[in-house]
C-alpha cells in the first residue's frame, strides 16, 4: 500500500513537472513570436557610427563596389570584420536566387538626418537620412547625393539578415546549452525575458541590428553550447566548434580575445590538454581568414591598424566592468 502511495505520488510530481516544463516552453515560444513580431514591424535599417564602417567593409568586400558610402570612413581599419564577413554568404545567397526575381526600385534619399548637417562627421550620421524599417528595405536602392553612392538593399539586406539570424541562434543554444544535464529543463522562458528586460539589448534589436551585437551574441552562444558539450561528451567534434565558434567571436568583437585567453588558461591549469588541442585548432581557423581579408583589403597580411588606432584601447576601468555586469541596462538588474 505505501508503494503504490509512492507510486502514485512520483507520477504526480511527474505530471505537475511535465505541465510545468510544457508552460515554460509555450511561454519561451510566445516571447520568441513576440519578438519575431517586434523585428518586423520596427526593426530599422538604417546605418550609423559602427554601422556605417561595417556597412563599408561589405561594400568593399563584393565585386560591384562603388563610390563608399561616406567619404571619410575613419574606423573602417580599426573594425573586427568578422560580422561583414559573415554577411557575405547571405549576401551571395540574395544575388543569386533573390536579386534576377525581382524589380529594384530608385529612390533619391535625403543625405543626413534633420538633426545633422551634410558635413557632420560619420558618428552623428543617419543613411538615408529618414528613418527606414527592415520590411521597407526590401529591392530599394538609395541614392544618396552628398556622398555620390548608393545605400543598397542587398548590403544592408545581407547585415540585418546575419544579425537577426544570429539573434534567434543565440536563443535556441542558450536553451540547449542549460538543458544539456536535465531532462527536465526550467528556465528557457527567462532567455528571452532577459532580452526584453535589457534596454541596451532591445535597442540594438530594434534601433541598431546592423551593429555587430547581435552576431556576437549568437556566436557566443554557440561557443557555450560547444563548450559545455566537449567538457561533458570529451568528444573532439564539440571541442573542435567550441574553439571554431571562439575564433569567430574573436573576429567579430576583438574584445572577446580575453574570454578566448581565459578559457584557454582554465584548460590548460585543469590538464585538459586534449580540449586545448582542438579548442585552439578550431580558433585557429580565424587566423588565416584574418590573413586573407587584410590581403584583400589592405595588400598586407599582417595589417595592425585594429591594434593601433582609437577604437580598440586596452585599459582596466572598473566604473565600465561594473556598467558591463551590474547595470540595470546592459547587465545583471
Known sequence: MVKRMKTTAASETSNVQKIVCFIDYAAFAILTLFLVGIIATSGMANVQTDAIDYYAIVQRLTP???????RNLHFVEQRSPGYPLLSLIPYYLISAVVEPLVAEETIVASPTSP???????????????????????????????????????????????????????????????????????LGASLVPLTLFTSTVFMHNIVNTPA???????????????????GSLGKQVRPQFLAGLFMGLLVLTRLETVVIAATVLVSLVVIR????????????????????LYNFSQFSNPFHLAILSGDVNQISFDWGYIYANLFSPQSGIP
Open 64 to 70: 560591384d563596389s562603388g563610390t563608399p558610402i561616406v
Open 115 to 185: 538633426a545633422a548637417p551634410p558635413q557632420a562627421p560619420t558618428e552623428s550620421m543617419l543613411l538615408p537620412g529618414e528613418p527606414v524599417l527592415f520590411r521597407e528595405i526590401f529591392f530599394k536602392n538609395f541614392y544618396i547625393a552628398s556622398q555620390d553612392s548608393w545605400f543598397e538593399w542587398k548590403i544592408i539586406t545581407a547585415m540585418l539578415v546575419t544579425s537577426y539570424a544570429f539573434l534567434f541562434t543565440g536563443l535556441i543554444f542558450a536553451v540547449k546549452s542549460l538543458a544539456l544535464q536535465k531532462n527536465t529543463f
Open 211 to 229: 551593429y555587430a551585437t547581435l552576431t556576437a551574441f549568437g556566436l557566443s552562444s554557440l561557443f557555450g553550447y560547444f563548450f559545455v558539450l
Open 272 to 291: 585538459e590538454f586534449g580540449f586545448v588541442k582542438n579548442y585552439i585548432l578550431g580558433g585557429g581557423t580565424a587566423v588565416p581568414i584574418l590573413l
